[in-house]
């Protein structure tokens, strides 16, 4: 039971890492676009 609440948390964190990615990506994006 333990294992899996660690598996939880590492999803979780997992997830974040990957959305702040996404949304630093977007940021960039757009300011080039609105930069030409």
């Known amino acids: 039971k333990k294992k899996k609440?660690?598996?939880?948390?590492?999803?979780v964190r997992t997830s974040l890492f990957l959305l702040k990615d996404v949304i630093f990506a977007l940021t960039v994006a757009i300011v080039?676009?609105?930069r030409d």
Do not use: A, S
């Open 32 to 34: 080039d676009v609105h």
């Open 5 to 11: 609440k660690k598996l939880c948390v590492l999803y």
